[in-house]
């Protein structure tokens, strides 16, 4: 099961954490490296690696010929010994040619090597093959402080590791009655997957002899010199002019029409893993992470990291955590639910609901809605039961803590991470300027604080200018989302009516949760258009306030879009919880909309049953559209390429393309990025924890989406995706302060549903105050004995309005006309002083419902606030080891120290025996 991420974190390469003096003076004093650490390839299986060029540099040593492997593989270029970096692709018919000429002899002035090759199925297709030599690497890997290996850690056990490896053997002992090695990655096919750990420190060119390098064309792994290319490509001129600088603006403008590192060959052999080891580091993680086979073993985060970059594999990371994090949540949940199936023949409330054949119920809409019995709601009292049960409380009290726990924990996986991938000490550089901010306030200018050096600069007054209208932009749209909700209603009002008038007696005998169903579905569709809609005008309002940076401009766009969408998906629910049937009046006096449609009721049963559909079919169907959208989409576009490809090719034989033109028919990654993965997540976690007391079964949901999620996302990035450009970053970014959002949310909105939509608070009151048990302080099922009846207020059918009078008298029943019928409401009879007043047990529960939201917001929100606060943000073994490193990193330096004036006190000595010598 695919649980975690938290199966492997042994970074290959582990943080080094003094600072930066510290380092030059270790650099200074340390001899040649005396230990050697394993590079990227020692994972692939010798004699197939097809992902570096080590292969074709040993031969050229050894004057023999490159291997025809490499001329063919599409890896590298046509002599096979230069890998190629990164690939530019254009069209010859572009006319851009000028901007484009001007770009290419930059690149090759900054010391890149090109080469061009046609396509071969769109001979208008040209491809631009970049390498970047080994001197070009060293110099722009100083340039970025790139973290490169120098010499191998002093092995250090912290105690927790000792303490899995005992549980492990408790373990091994039962592993005849486990799956073969469940939830572990294999060893057998990852081979030297722990690597030994090494300092790292800044790439520096003066102190290479420091660094461990066994082959220059393999210390910088594949990511490393993408990403060193794509850095270079973004500094250069492509006209005369401030602002004619970078690759972006080129593919914004249409001079070039795509740009990608390439994947290391295919994702499939013919040869088995296990017999023949891994092609390509592509073709390794098809196999241990993105094949189906391996659903429920640990993601090989490590692999991840270093084939996508950091920022990739910690949305893996946080993925799998949360996945992991959802087992003992969908757990409880099963556990709330089996107990309301355990307890339901015991449960006296739907006992009584399932007797009362002698309790006839008001309509519950105008004219063609007739009287029923209580009794007919029988197996809606049955399922609301099993959501709205004596354990409700206790899971709504875990969900709370459950969030805060999940979010806790994570920031001490998170540490581990940045640890483990070393990057507790990257700091990001100072992020380029917008091209659009340049180009819009390019005539403003002022002193960069930092740099010393002038750039654009945006007034005061014109950012609040944009900021308002930005946020008018959002509030009315906002606005249309409670339009659309209103609209909802609108037809939930008519539509009772409608289907109670139906000729088929399964619709009209169960009108209301047609219509409950069918505008779930409505609701759904939409939803999905209006979040179309919504991602114009979020990008729309986001270029409006012209963000100064990439990350201020994603930041904004986030925002929104999550706003956006969360209220979008949410505003029915909100509504079905907290609203419907809060304000319809009572028989005789309904309020109406326009003072035309009676507002639609709860369900005899109660509302609960209303949210749980509302919840259970969203969920449900939007979780199917997102994995359609994100696998099944992808598929078929590129099924669509490669049909098109067979039938432009004609009936020619069969034609190998190399890896960059199977690269180019690929879809490229979505335009914001990892936006859309989190964004679906996030939505999902606010689903979960929000409305959790009401529908019990979402976290289970939730789990085994998440389970299909994950191998969906790999198998998309491995398999359908051209391979994103690896980028570094610390942590998930804006999205962990809206998860805390969500989690401060869900303990207001769960306590008002337990208080306002579930039956808890009433049957409570009743329990203590009016049952039979009353002043006893007993709570059982016993007293609980006429419950259903002190709940139901009593109507005189004459006191109905015309336009309410139902076409039916209910003689049906009786034999003769109704003169009485009942409605859930805590009111006076007709016959009292106060017709239809309320009663003092309304008085009653409506107080002891706004006691237990504060009761319950005050005990969960100080539960929270202490398990943040005993909650270390930092593991202490991570600390010890951490504190660890700065010991040795401290004796190393002293004994360098100590070895460098030994070694001058040397050299004075056999200076001054020279001198000596020399005396006549």
């Known amino acids: 099961m695919e649980a975690s991420s938290s199966g492997v974190t042994n970074g290959k390469t582990k943080v080094f954490h003094p600072v930066a003096k510290d380092v030059n003076i270790l650099f200074d004093e340390l001899e040649a490296v005396n230990s050697p650490c394993k590079d990227d390839d020692s994972l692939l299986h010798p004699g197939n690696l097809t992902s570096t060029s080590d292969d074709a540099s040993r031969l050229e040593a050894g004057g023999e010929t490159v291997p025809e492997k490499n001329k063919l593989n599409g890896l590298y270029f046509r002599d096979g010994k230069c890998r190629i970096d990164y690939i530019l692709v254009y069209r010859k018919s572009n006319p851009q040619t000028e901007k484009r000429e001007v770009f290419e002899r930059n690149i090759r002035a900054e ?18 093959k970049l390498h970047a030599p080994w001197e070009v690497l060293g110099r722009y890997a100083e340039q970025m402080n790139v973290r490169m290996p120098f010499r191998r850690k002093i092995y250090y056990l912290p105690r927790r590791y000792k303490f899995m490896s005992r549980i492990d053997k408790q373990i091994s002992r039962f592993r005849r009655w486990l799956p073969k090695k469940p939830m572990r990655l294999d060893k057998e096919t990852l081979p030297d997957l722990e690597e030994n750990d090494c300092y790292t420190a800044p790439f520096s060119q003066q102190r290479i002899h420091h660094f461990i390098i066994h082959n220059k064309d393999t210390f910088f792994n594949n990511a490393t010199r993408s990403r060193i290319v794509h850095h270079i490509l973004q500094r250069i001129k492509y006209e005369e002019g401030k602002n004619k600088i970078g690759l972006n603006r080129l593919l914004t403008n249409g001079s070039y029409e795509a740009a990608f590192p390439l994947h290391e060959g295919s994702y499939r052999s013919k040869n088995s893993i296990r017999t023949h080891g891994a092609e390509n580091h592509r073709h390794l993680l098809y196999e241990c992470w993105a094949s189906w086979g391996v659903w429920y073993k640990y993601q090989p985060l490590d692999l991840v990291r270093r084939y996508f970059g950091e920022k990739i594999g910690l949305y893996f990371a946080w993925l799998g955590w949360y996945t992991g994090m959802l087992f003992p949540a969908a757990f409880i949940g099963l556990f709330v639910f089996l107990y309301g199936v355990i307890t339901l023949d015991h449960c006296q409330v739907s006992k009584e609901v399932c007797q009362a054949t002698d309790i006839i119920m ?74 659009q901010f340049e180009a819009k306030y390019s005539k403003k200018e002022r002193m960069n604080p930092i740099s010393g050096k002038p750039e654009p600069y945006q007034a005061f007054a014109d950012k609040c200018s944009r900021l308002i209208v ?140 209303d949210l749980c559909m509302q919840m259970g079919i969203i969920m449900v169907l939007k979780q199917t559209w997102n994995n359609f959208m994100e696998l099944g989409y992808p598929l078929i576009q590129n099924w669509w390429t490669r ?6 090719r004609g009936p020619e034989r069969k034609i190998s ?32 924890t929000i409305f959790v007391a009401a529908f019990p079964l979402a976290p289970l949901l939730a789990l085994l989406n998440n389970i299909i999620e994950i191998r969906l996302d790999a198998y998309k990035f491995v398999t359908q995706w051209r391979r994103p450009l690896a980028s570094r970053a610390k942590d998930i970014g804006i999205w962990y302060g809206i998860l805390e959002g969500i989690g401060i949310l869900s303990v207001i909105t769960n306590a008002f549903v337990i208080a306002i939509t579930s039956d808890f608070i009433p049957r409570l009151v009743y329990a203590y105050k009016y049952g039979p048990c009353a002043g006893q302080g007993e709570a059982g099922q016993k007293c609980m004995v006429g419950y259903v009846n002190a709940s139901l207020s009593v109507f005189r059918i004459s006191d109905f309005e015309n336009r309410s009078e139902p076409e ?69 073994d991570l600390r010890d080891r951490m504190r660890r490193e700065k010991y040795l990193i401290q004796e190393m330096m002293y004994e360098a120290e100590l070895e460098r004036l030994q070694k001058e006190r040397k050299e004075r000595k056999k200076n001054g025996k020279a001198h000596h010598n020399e005396w006549p």
């Open 111 to 128: 010391g890149l090597q090109m080469e061009k090759e046609s396509s071969l199925i769109n001979s208008d297709i040209i491809f631009v």
């Open 643 to 648: 049909r098109k490809v067979r039938q432009e």
């Open 470 to 609: 930005s946020a008018s932009g959002i509030f009315f749209m906002i606005c249309v989302v409670i339009a659309a909700v209103f609209g909802i209603v609108i037809y939930r009002v008519v539509t009772v009516s409608t289907f109670a008038a139906f000729k088929w007696a399964l619709i009209r005998n169960n009108s209301q949760v047609a219509t409950t169903g069918t505008a779930v579905c409505i609701n759904f569709c939409i939803i999905m258009l209006l979040n179309v809609l919504y991602e114009k005008v979020a990008l729309l309002l986001t270029n409006l306030e012209q963000p100064r940076t990439e990350s201020e401009w994603e930041n904004s766009f986030t925002l929104k879009m999550f706003l956006f969408q969360f209220v979008n998906l949410n505003s029915s629910t909100f509504y079905i919880a907290f609203f419907l049937g809060r304000f319809t009046g009572h028989p005789g006096a309904y309020l109406r909309l326009i003072n035309r449609w009676r507002l639609e009721e709860c369900h005899p049963s109660g509302c609960l049953i």
């Open 657 to 688: 393309f190399p890896q960059w033109e199977k690269d180019y028919n690929l879809q490229p990654m979505n335009a914001y990025g990892l936006f859309d993965e989190y964004l679906e997540m996030i939505l999902q976690f606010g689903f979960t």
């Open 362 to 435: 008001c309509p519950v809409c105008d004219k063609y809605c007739p009287f029923m019995r209580l009794s007919d709601s029988c197996v809606y009292a049955k399922v609301t039961h099993l959501f709205d049960n004596g354990a409700t409380v206790f899971f709504a009290v875990f969900m709370a803590v459950w969030a805060t726990v999940f979010l806790e924990f994570w920031k001490r996986r998170r540490a581990v991470i940045a640890y483990d991938w070393d990057l507790i000490d990257w700091e990001e550089e100072e992020e380029e300027i917008r091209p």
């Open 808 to 876: 039916s008298d209910g003689s049906e029943f009786s034999g003769t006309p109704l003169k009485y019928c009942r409605y859930r409401d805590y009111r006076d009879p007709p016959h009292s002083l106060v017709p239809y007043g309320y009663t003092l047990q309304f008085w009653h529960v409506l107080a002891a419902r706004l006691a237990f939201i504060i009761v319950f917001e005050h005990l969960v929100f100080c539960i929270k606030h202490l398990i943040s606060y005993l909650i270390p943000d930092l593991p202490k």
